[in-house]
């Protein structure tokens, strides 16, 4: 019976958690707010290549993680993958022993920098989602997820669970 109510205390932090790290993102990066509103960050962490298929480097620098959270055996959480980009792919792994390791990855099919000077970068899955990871307006180190590539329908789509923060 006790074992039942640690896995239900467990299951309700992580909700809570999920959450008020959603709320975080909504209210701190002005999620579904028009692209050409005022207060954007000039900045970005990419390279200068604006072709996904140069062989520059990567088009976003850095290791980045989900929103969404798991549990550790130990009950520690941990983001539910961690993120890196190349110029042709979305690399999607997890960290063990504080080495990235290799879980899928999806194909870039357009990046460009955007004249604020923040990121979009759209992707395919091998499912057939497509979908887009675009600088967050008020912070740089954050990519908000939408699974469209299609801005009309970016606020109908915006899955903060699925965004990412810079995490290195």
């Not at 983001?79 to 999806?106: K, L």
């Not at 091998?126 to 600088?135: I, L």
Request: proline share 2%.
């Amino acid at each position: 019976m006790k074992q039942g109510r640690i896995t239900m205390k467990k299951i309700v932090i992580l909700i809570v958690n999920a959450l008020m790290l959603v709320l975080m993102i909504t209210l701190f990066c002005g999620c579904g707010k028009n692209e050409h509103s005022a207060g954007r960050i000039e900045s970005a962490s990419v390279s200068e290549s604006s072709n996904p298929t140069a062989s520059d480097g990567p088009v976003v620098t850095g290791t980045w993680q989900t929103a969404s959270m798991g549990f550790d055996a130990d009950g520690s959480m941990y983001p539910e993958y961690y993120v890196r980009f190349t110029d042709a792919e979305i690399i999607y792994g997890h960290m063990q022993d504080g080495e990235f390791v290799f879980d899928h990855s999806d194909k870039v099919a357009h990046f460009e920098k955007t004249d604020t000077g923040g990121v979009k970068v759209q992707a395919e899955a091998a499912n057939g989602v497509q979908y887009t990871y675009q600088t967050c307006e008020s912070d740089e180190n954050i990519l908000e997820y939408y699974e469209t590539w299609k801005e009309e329908e970016f606020p109908d789509m915006y899955r903060g669970g699925a965004s990412l923060s810079r995490s290195d």
